[in-house]
């Protein structure tokens, strides 16, 4: 008689925490896991959640343990050389488990049939090289991020300095096949980058709506919208860069336009002499604000992976204005699905041409939200998470029920 396969998921994320993008990932994938196997948690804290009780279960999830890091700690002069030589060097964040922490994830891994680890940071902290019948979710390439951030360093020695680490994370990508049994990544240009093959998954990010879907009632005076944790360098970057550089552009042309700021850490030095702007917060629920706005935003300039946010967009039926490096990974049609536009006085105009043509922005929303059914709810998902589940247990299957 065939058994459900045991599966450990290692995360840093805290599933209990406010919603972000990260969670999102991680919780609807653990979900969609536990229509393979028995899931339950292994939780690596770096020091971030604090003042917690000891906790049986996160997000929903059954924990089987917790690990500490310890850290940071500055590297010694070993340690520097090898970071530069070794692409096997694990200590790339300055955060480590203890001997025993790592001895103990050891001892746990080898009761279950595969593992689940969501990310690559996490899996180089724990400090084990090579991890058997194991999946890699890295929703964030490195090299990604940091080829995306060249284009706005300034200087040359800042340029020099991400080509360099540029360099050092492609090779220690070059390894991850030989680290882990399966990888998966958020799109396929991300697939590309890590030299493809049937071990590397595509599973894109998502979004699940409310229960109750809010019926759009876009506002007057028109709001345009941004979502996001500003805590988030991307989005913090972004944020200012549409504050200081777009927004004024838009106002000169439609001066009753209100920009509506949805989420935590926005810092309060942004905002004195911007006009028309409301930070909201963090809402515990944005279908509601989501259904007001004209236009939603995304002028996302570097980072790696996927963005939650434009998902979320797209499934609301609210039109889009974004950046290539915002729509990065989503097969999507400037024109036909969201306009996008890179320079500001062009993200200006795009904003303008949308406000003033609430027909054709519908219209774009509505491809959208046809794409976003299609390709972009978690259950569209399920069939990807489970040929990685196959391609982690390999010839553990038989036995085991993978349905």
Not at 182 to 189: E, F, G, K, L, R
Request: with cysteine; charged share 25%.
């Amino acid at each position: 008689m065939q058994r459900r396969p045991r599966i450990l998921c290692v995360t840093a994320i805290d599933l209990d925490g406010p919603a972000s993008g990260a969670i999102v990932r991680t919780q609807n994938i653990f979900r969609l896991l536990t229509r393979i196997g028995d899931v339950r948690l292994l939780f690596v804290d770096a020091g971030g959640v604090k003042d917690r009780p000891s906790r049986t279960s996160m997000g929903g999830f059954q924990l089987a343990g917790s690990v500490k890091l310890l850290g940071p700690q500055s590297p010694t002069i070993i340690e520097r050389i090898r970071n530069e030589l070794d692409p096997w060097f694990l200590k790339t964040s300055g955060f480590e488990a203890a001997p025993e922490s790592r001895v103990f994830v050891q001892k746990l891994a080898a009761a279950y049939d595969m593992l689940w680890i969501h990310n690559l940071r996490i899996a180089n902290e724990i400090g084990i090289p090579r991890w058997k019948r194991s999946v890699l979710d890295i929703d964030d390439v490195p090299s990604s991020l940091i080829e995306s951030q060249l284009p706005l360093s300034r200087g040359a020695t800042a340029k020099l300095r991400l080509l360099r680490q540029l360099l050092l994370w492609r090779r220690r990508e070059s390894r991850l096949l030989a680290r882990f049994s399966a990888i998966c990544v958020c799109s396929d240009a991300d697939r590309k980058r890590l030299g493809g093959g049937d071990r590397i998954v595509v599973i894109r990010n998502g979004f699940v709506l409310d229960s109750q879907q809010k019926v759009r009632q876009p506002s007057i005076p028109h709001r345009l919208g941004l979502l996001g944790n500003f805590g988030h360098p991307p989005n913090l970057d972004g944020v200012t860069w549409f504050l200081n550089e777009v927004w004024d552009r838009i106002l000169g042309e439609a001066p009753s336009t209100r920009l509506r700021l949805a989420g935590d850490n926005l810092p309060t030095t942004l905002l004195p002499g911007a006009s028309n702007v409301d930070a909201l917060g963090w809402l515990p629920s944005v279908g509601d604000e989501v259904a007001t706005w004209s236009l939603g935003i995304v002028p996302i300039r570097f980072g790696a992976g996927t963005r939650v946010k434009l998902a979320e967009l797209f499934g609301r039926r609210c039109p889009v204005v974004s950046t290539p490096i915002g729509a990065f990974g989503y097969e999507v049609v400037d024109g036909e699905h969201l306009l996008i536009r890179e320079r500001a006085e062009d993200f200006a105009s795009a904003c303008l041409e949308m406000l003033q043509s609430p027909n054709a922005a519908l219209a774009l929303a509505d491809r959208a939200h046809d794409a976003y059914l299609k390709n972009w709810t978690w259950e569209a998902q399920s069939a990807a998470v489970e040929r990685a589940v196959e391609a982690a247990l390999g010839s553990r299957r038989a036995g085991l029920s993978v349905d």
